[in-house]
């Protein structure tokens, strides 16, 4: 397909999830420059965690050299709480940031016929380098990450069986690697059973990386087991003419303003079977282009009609205890307001800071570990003083987590904080924040300790003012 009428200014956000891994992020880069060459557009790779630059940088990036649209491609096989409520929220925050720049957001690769091409394709590569066996005597298990959200898990099962339609092979199964059932080891063993002579275990992953390593080493666990049954890997989709063909197709329809997601089966619209609690976070939300109805999100003070004040947080002095350490529970008396905090940012009052703060680079921890040990430290005595929520260490340097009690609550702090010009990331009901050896107690620790508490106290009244709806 030949892509005609762009615009000069016009650049490709790449959205990926991210890994440790460094031959997955090598993948990852190579083939942002493989798009980029079949579309002859800027494409700024960027991720969501793990890897750097995080995606508000790859953001900033494209606005700085000059884009004056930005299309968001999220790198996802699936539509799960990534795709739906994370990169809608730092989109949102980016509109804001930037009015001047339009921001289109696409849909993931999901179910297409280049990606069924791309997992044929590879089978057909694995089998060209072993023995002939029928392919009416061989299982495909295709292997899906696994995923809370089951609209993501679905689209495996819809995938797989694509794969099987019009070709010959005996079984088409689905197993996962974690978070949901069935599992690889389950699957083999069925399939095994109904008599297959060879089984392929194919991994439905974009890249190889950590995940397709605990695979294969599970699988060679498993042919000890099933001695009469030939058990072969096959490859992720890997950086070839069907995925960059893949995510062409998904920018095209993005440029003719047709990119939207199918929302019939999303968790958070409708009330499926064993995930009644969860239709409770936004359903409002528009997945593509951001927020709508955000009021319905906010505590019954932004309900009422009443103007939002604009006026800025006056500056807590920091208070000390008798030991010399800063007393974070007492920088805000309570008493003597409803709020001791300004307006919520995300419902129109002024954010905590006038610039993002941003997380540092991995280098950075590890140049000056016992610095950045000190303010690990800190912040996790802060952040349990003031909002009594526990902390834990990040895989990746750069981010101290916060436990929320929920997913719900991790959600709608995510897109309070984010709003108050501090970065912040989640994965399932953790919130990342950042941390630098760097970071000083009357400023950044400060800045992250505040927003922290300013958006859980709001929080903590948009909770009570549910219970009261409620009756």
Same mark, same amino acid.
């Given at each position: ?49 793990f890897a750097a630059p995080p995606i508000v940088d790859g953001l ?124 690889? +080891? ?43 049954? +030939?058990?072969? #890997? ?8 069907? #995925? ?14 047709? $990119? ?66 800063? $007393? ?48 690990? $430290?800190?912040l996790t005595r802060a952040i349990q003083m003031t909002t009594g ?46 941390a630098g050896p760097h970071f000083q107690l009357e400023q950044e ?27």
């Open positions: 397909m030949q892509l005609t009428n762009h615009q000069p200014t016009e650049h490709v956000l790449l959205i990926g999830h991210g890994s440790q891994d460094a031959l997955a992020v090598a993948d990852y880069q190579h083939f942002a420059q493989q798009l980029a060459q079949r579309l002859a557009r800027p494409v700024q790779s960027c991720f969501l965690e900033r990036a494209c606005v700085e050299a000059g884009a004056q649209r930005v299309i968001a491609l999220p790198l996802f096989l699936g539509a799960a709480t990534h795709q739906k409520n994370d990169v809608p929220t730092i989109l949102n925050w980016a509109k804001a940031q930037w009015p001047a720049t339009e921001f289109r957001y696409g849909v993931p690769l999901g179910v297409q016929p280049h990606i069924v091409n791309a997992l044929a394709y590879n089978i057909d590569q694995l089998l060209a380098t072993v023995p002939p066996v029928s392919l009416a005597e061989t299982a495909i298990i295709v292997v899906g990450r696994g995923s809370r959200d089951p609209d993501s898990n679905s689209e495996v099962s819809k995938i797989a069986r694509l794969l099987y339609e019009g070709r010959p092979y005996g079984w088409v199964e689905v197993a996962f690697y974690d978070l949901t059932t069935p599992r690889i +080891e389950l699957m083999v063993e069925r399939c095994a059973k109904l008599g297959a002579r060879r089984i392929i275990v194919l991994p439905y992953l974009l890249f190889s990386g950590r995940i397709a390593t605990r695979i294969a080493e599970r699988l060679h666990r498993m042919q000890a087991a099933c001695p009469a049954t +030939e058990l072969l #890997l096959g490859s992720p989709l890997g950086v070839s003419e069907h #995925l960059v063909e893949a995510a062409a197709y998904r920018y095209e329809q993005v440029v003719a303003g047709v $990119a939207t997601m199918n929302c019939d089966v999303c968790k958070y619209r409708h009330r499926l079977r064993g995930f009644e609690q969860e239709v409770n976070l936004p359903q409002e939300s528009d997945h593509n282009h951001g927020l709508r109805g955000v009021a319905a999100l906010l505590p019954p003070r932004y309900q009422n009609g009443n103007g939002v004040s604009a006026a800025p947080m006056v500056a807590a002095p920091l208070r000390y205890d008798a030991e010399g350490r800063v $007393a974070w529970d007492q920088l805000w008396d309570t008493e003597e307001t409803d709020s001791p905090f300004c307006e919520l940012a995300l419902a129109g009052g002024p954010p905590h800071r006038g610039a993002l703060l941003e997380p540092v680079l991995p280098s950075a921890t590890t140049a000056d570990p016992a610095n950045y040990q000190r303010v690990l $430290a800190e929520l526990q902390t834990q260490l990040s895989a990746a340097p750069g981010w101290i987590g916060v436990r929320c009690y929920t997913d719900e609550m991790a959600i709608w702090l995510l897109r309070a904080i984010v709003v108050e010009n501090v970065s912040v990331r989640r994965e399932e009901n953790i919130l990342f924040l950042p620790i400060k800045n992250v300790v505040t927003a922290l508490a300013k958006t859980h106290h709001y929080w903590q009244e948009h909770l009570r003012g549910q219970r009261q709806t409620r009756g």
